[in-house]
T-cell receptor, first 116, second 114 residues
Framework: GAVVSQHPSRVICKSGTSVKIECRSL??????MFWYRQFPKQSLMLMAT?????????EQGVEKDKFLINHASLTLSTLTVTSAHPEDSSFYIC????????????FGNGTRLTVT | KNQVEQSPQSLIILEGKNCTLQ??????????LRWYKQDTGRGPVSLTI?????NTKSNGRYTATLDADTKQSSLHITASQLSDSASYIC?????????????FGTGTKLQVIP
């Protein structure tokens, strides 16, 4: 089946530094990738949608200059948390899909970010 | 505003018992509905996907039903196992031509105890 690899699974960084999270579709071409944030005991909150070769579309309230998304190819999207603060600590998950309304979302295993 | 509500919020059942999780949605027009299982600290994994014309879909011990008229779906788990302990998320997709934006339910946290 379709596999989405997300890396790293865990990262600890200091305040003020930047962290890059990668999301790769291993055996299919992902025309669209999504980035989510998940707080404890809550469901996924969509942060942004990225289509290969175009700028990401950010959800209301998500700072695009803080959460930089790059979808450079059909198999790779990256999320960079810039100038991280402790309140950015969270679980970040990506998902990817092929074209078509009924194509399923395939999720990565998430990245636990801790900002100290 | 598109919404997906799930119930119960949490559930504890004995190993071997059956259970049913509910999902009500207001997404319209509707394209498809999916159930996902999310283990703690992991990404969601797809269990079933149904379009508006499908009433039921099974995946092993998981059976999902859909009533597009009442905008309700259920996920039935039979002969529960300890490994079924997870959060179950209902995800509904609107039909919007080329662009698709899903709505996530808040999830049901299931705990199966021996």
């Amino acid at each position: 089946g379709a596999v989405v690899s997300q890396h790293p699974s865990r990262v600890i960084c200091k305040s003020g530094t930047s962290v890059k999270i990668e999301c790769r579709s291993l055996d299919f071409q992902a025309t669209t990738m999504f980035w989510y944030r998940q707080f404890p005991k809550q469901s996924l909150m969509l942060m942004a949608t990225s289509n290969e070769g175009s700028k990401a579309t950010y959800e209301q309230g998500v700072e695009k200059d803080k959460f930089l998304i790059n979808h450079a190819s059909l198999t790779l999207s990256t999320l960079t948390v810039t100038s991280a603060h402790p309140e950015d600590s969270s679980f970040y998950i990506c998902s990817a899909k092929t074209a078509g309304n009924n194509s399923p979302l395939h999720f990565g295993n998430g990245t636990r970010l801790t900002v100290t | 505003k598109n919404q997906v509500e799930q119930s119960p919020q949490s559930l504890i059942i004995l190993e071997g018992k059956n259970c049913t999780l509910q999902c009500n949605y207001t997404v319209s027009p509707f394209s498809n509905l999916r159930w996902y299982k999310q283990d703690t600290g992991r990404g969601p994994v797809s269990l079933t996907i149904m379009t508006f014309s499908e009433n039921t879909k099974s995946n092993g011990r998981y059976t999902a039903t859909l009533d597009a008229d009442t905008k309700q779906s259920s996920l039935h788990i039979t002969a529960s196992q300890l490994s079924d302990s997870a959060s179950y998320i209902c995800v509904v997709s609107p039909y919007s031509g080329g662009y698709q934006k899903v709505t996530f339910g808040t999830g049901t946290k299931l705990q199966v105890i021996p």
